[in-house]
Structure formats: C-alpha cells, structure tokens
T-cell receptor, first 112, second 112 residues
C-alpha cells in the first residue's frame, strides 16, 4: 500500500547547524511532494514543494532533495534557528487521487 | 486577509452530544478539507470539498458529516460524539487541488 513515513521521529540540533529531515515514500508514481511545518499549538504551514521532474528545489534557507531511485525525500534547513523548532511533515498525493497523505512527522528541536 | 479561521477553538462534549465545527476562508479557494490529528498519527483526511455544493469522503469519514453551502465556509458535524473522536481538528483550503494548503489554527475537541 501507499505510505509516507519518516526515518527519525525526533531530531535535535544546535543553533546554527544545518538540519536534515528525511522522508521515505512508497508510491513510485507520485509526482508531487510537499513539506509542512507545524509549530506547537498551530496549524501546519506550507514550506516548500517539489515535482517529480526535479531533483532539487531551494527556498529561503530550505532545500528539498528528491531521490526517485530510492524513493527518498529530504528537507535541509541551513543555519537552523530556534524558530525552526517544530514538527515537520512530508506529504504526497494518494494514488493519483485528490487527497494528500501525510507522514507522521519529525520533531525538530533546536538547542541554543 | 484572515486566511482560514475555525470556530470554536476548544470544546468539551459528552458522549452522544452533537456539534458543528465551522471553517471559513477569505482567499476565494475552491478546495477545502477537514483533517483530524491524533498523537503519533499525523494528519488524516476526514472529508473534503472541490467546490460549493460538493463534498467527498476522505480517509476517516465515519461519524462525521460535512456541508459546503457557501464557497467560503465548510462545516464539519458530529451527530453523536464518541470518545474516539477526541482529537484536534484542522480545516484547510487550497486554490488548486493538491497545491499548497492553508491551514486554520485548529479546534481541540474532547469527548468524555
């Protein structure tokens, strides 16, 4: 079946370091992937997305890498700041449908 | 723009009671969604709507009903609340299907 999952449920980094959050997906036909950030007590917030015809996409301090060979997605955050502390979710369309499937999330903690 | 708003923010119900959660968006988005979020489960889609007057089932629709009488509003109803419906409920909207979804702040519901 289709699934979107994460390798690590928690990640702790020092302020200023780079963070890498990973996501594995099982549907090789997925053509669109999204990363969301959810701060404590708030709704998820869109960070960045990537189409399957791309290997890499950069935003402000964030980069998403897509490796279709091993069905792996990663979110890189440069110079991690305390405000980056949150739960990060990857998501993909469910089997060509109109619905998104969300992973269970990775909790990122940034230590000062 | 207020974005996506949800009413109420918190609610406690007794088993068997009914209630309606209201979601409103002022971005003229066609698509609207209701999710529930439980610890360790990520976000799961309950129902969604691709336009005014239309609704469709998501991953976990049982025990919920929805209506989209106006484009800007999406209502989620619980006819007979059960403890298993204790959760945080998020509404979201998007301009195009599967594109960036904008989430509301959530409603924390407890059913005793």
């Amino acid at each position: 079946g289709e699934s979107v999952g994460l390798h690590l449920p928690t990640l702790s980094v020092q302020e200023g370091d780079n963070s890498i959050i990973n996501c594995a997906y099982s549907n090789s036909a997925s053509d669109y992937f999204i990363w969301y950030k959810q701060e404590s007590g708030k709704g998820p917030q869109f960070i960045i997305d990537i189409r399957s015809n791309m290997d890499k996409r950069q935003g402000q301090r964030v980069t998403v890498l897509l490796n279709k060979t091993v069905k792996h997605l990663s979110l890189q955050i440069a110079a991690t700041q305390p405000g980056d502390s949150a739960v990060y979710f990857c998501a993909e369309p469910q089997g060509g449908s109109e619905k998104l499937v969300f992973g269970k999330g990775t909790k990122l903690t940034v230590n000062p | 723009n207020a974005g996506v708003t949800q009413t109420p923010k918190f609610r406690v119900l007794k088993t068997g009671q009914s209630m309606t959660l209201l979601c409103a968006q002022d971005m003229n988005h066609e698509y609207m969604y209701w999710y529930r979020q439980d610890p360790g489960m990520g976000l799961r889609l309950i129902h969604y709507s691709v336009g005014e007057g239309t609704t469709a089932k998501g991953e976990v629709p049982d025990g919920y009903n929805v209506s989209r009488l106006k484009k800007q509003n999406f209502l989620l109803g619980l006819e007979s609340a059960a403890p298993s419906q204790t959760s945080v409920y998020f509404c979201a909207s998007s301009y195009l299907i599967l594109y960036e979804q904008y989430f509301g702040p959530g409603t924390r519901l407890t059913v005793t």
